[in-house]
């Protein structure tokens, strides 16, 4: 008999509006064991799963929801992890409504089978039971990797290539690993103790790490080279973009990363704790639409500010965050101004921003992206008083290890050209991926380059002789 549809998909708990704002902890509080396995049953098992064609690590989507759904937890992390290094993370921060959920066949109902959430809920159970345990040790090759870049895209690269006996190690610029993860992201939508977790596993498995190591400054990759039989360079996307207007440089006007950093990674948010001091800003403007302009408008609102205001020159349709976080931040407060402009940014005789002057937008006809341009209206500029501004336009690949590595062949925008099905670069030895080649992308595409890469760095090593 065929299975009966249930198109209805578990709502997951989360802290209200009014709480959340005024704290610092995670939003959503994941499923329970019962609304994890109700979730799970209501999978078709579909013989040919159009969630796992959708998924850039192509994971056995259904394989891990039918543990879930009798209740084999253990198993299904296996499955899981098996082409996921990094659960917890994804589950909590993949757009999944555009990649597995959106490819469910449950979809064109309208009852998509919640699988970030199921993902999340197998990678936080394991949390609950204790250190992840090594299995097993592979046998070692004898051939050795650097990867520069602790992000998702090199921890991937790590995870895979040590797990087939080359010796890795990593250089990371920070003092923390993790990328994005840790600087950019906030303690809200992702505990750093996630991360940190998944990169003890890899500390487990015998990846070397070293911090505070700047490629292109402490070390050059063709320095590297010399002790190393391959490179794979995931340095990001970490050089923020300004709209060159008048008033950048004033105090108070920040770039995404400096203020998220500041929050993150330096631990801003719980000064005096730490010794990141923050100033109490009560009008701040956010000036951008994805989901680093989300972050840092929920960030501002956490730390006392009276009014949060999103400035965005498209409108609602057009604004490129996920769905679920553009809800999040209208249910905490967040004013969002659409069809607006700033043009610049006026300051007191402290130099410190005091107005916005910004110019209302229509839109015309679409881009080269697909969406309808946004138009300025003439004449039609006003002043907005703010105490702060934070552009989150967008970022590009930092230039310094492209400029210290004679031969690597670089894009219009920076980013390392490398070929998309192998991450190798016109540097022989030299690989790259993430957000240093695509520009600034997502978790799991920077997850699913790290992972080509990998196995074209294997087959590479395969090639070896043994000295
Ligand atoms: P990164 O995560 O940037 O890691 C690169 C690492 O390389 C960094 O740690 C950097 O310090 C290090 N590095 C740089 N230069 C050097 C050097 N010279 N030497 C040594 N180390 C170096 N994606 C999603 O899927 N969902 C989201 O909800 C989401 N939200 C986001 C929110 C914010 C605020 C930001 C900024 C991004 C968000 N993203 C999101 C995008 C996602 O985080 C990135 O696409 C992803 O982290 C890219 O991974 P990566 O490994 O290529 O680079």
Redesign the pocket.
């Known amino acids: 008999m065929a299975k009966k549809l249930d198109l209805t998909r578990r709502e997951m708990p989360k802290q209200t509006a009014e709480v959340r704002r005024q704290n610092f902890e995670e939003v959503a509080l994941g499923y329970s064991v019962k609304l994890a396995r109700e979730e799970a049953k209501r999978c078709l098992q579909c013989k040919k799963p159009h969630c796992v064609d959708k998924c850039p690590v192509e994971i056995d989507i259904p394989g891990f929801i039918q543990c879930i759904a009798e209740g084999d937890f253990g198993k299904g992390v296996s499955v899981l992890k098996d082409k996921n290094l990094l659960p917890a993370v994804c589950g909590r921060?993949?757009?999944q409504e555009e990649q597995c959920e959106e490819g469910c066949i449950l979809n064109k109902k309208g009852g998509e089978i919640a699988i970030g959430r199921l993902e999340r809920f197998l990678a936080d159970w394991e949390a609950t039971q204790g250190d992840s345990k090594v299995l097993r040790k592979p046998e070692k090759t004898g051939r050795k990797v650097a990867v520069?870049?602790?992000?998702?895209?090199?921890l991937t690269v790590a995870g895979d290539l040590i797990k087939l006996g080359h010796a890795v190690t990593i250089?990371?610029?920070?003092h923390e690993m993790?990328?994005?993860?840790v600087?950019?992201?906030p303690e809200f939508?992702l505990p750093k103790v996630i991360v940190k977790r998944e990169v003890d596993y890899l500390r487990k498995l015998g990846v070397n790490i070293y911090t505070d190591?700047?490629?292109?400054k402490t070390r050059t990759v063709d320095s590297l080279l010399e002790e190393f039989d391959a490179i794979f360079i995931?340095?990001?996307?970490?050089l923020p973009w300004f709209m060159q207007i008048p008033g950048e440089n004033l105090n108070g006007v920040y770039s995404?990363n400096e203020y998220?950093t500041r929050m993150n990674l330096m631990k801003g948010y719980l000064f005096p704790e730490y010794n990141t001091p923050v100033k109490n800003h009560r009008n701040v403007a956010v000036v951008g639409g994805g989901?680093?302009a989300m972050?840092c408008a929920r960030t501002a609102l956490r730390l006392g500010a009276r009014e949060v205001q999103i400035i965005y020159r498209r409108s609602r349709q057009e604004l490129p965050a996920?769905e679920e976080?553009i809800e999040n931040a209208e249910e905490e407060g967040v004013v969002f101004k659409f069809l607006t402009l700033p043009v610049k940014y006026i300051g007191d005789e402290n130099g410190w921003v005091t107005e916005i002057e910004c110019l209302k937008m229509e839109l015309g006809e679409p881009d080269a992206s697909g969406r309808r341009r946004p138009v300025p209206i003439e004449g039609s500029n006003y002043t907005i008083p703010m105490d702060a501004v934070v552009c989150a336009i967008g970022?590009s690949p930092?230039p310094?290890?492209p400029d210290t590595t004679p031969g690597l062949d670089v894009g219009k925008w920076g980013n390392i050209k490398a070929d998309e099905e192998t991450g190798k670069t016109s540097r022989e030895k030299v690989w790259a991926g993430?957000?240093?080649v695509s520009g600034?992308?997502?978790?799991?595409?920077?997850m699913g380059a790290g992972r080509k890469a990998a196995k074209s760095i294997h087959s590479y090593l395969q090639t070896l002789e043994l000295d």
């Open positions: 921060v993949c757009p520069v870049g602790g992000g998702p895209a090199g250089y990371e610029a920070l993790g990328g994005v993860l600087y950019g992201i939508r190591f700047v490629i292109g995931g340095s990001g996307a970490g995404a998220l989901n680093v972050d996920r976080e970022n930092n310094l290890v993430g957000d240093v600034a992308a997502t978790v799991i595409l920077a």
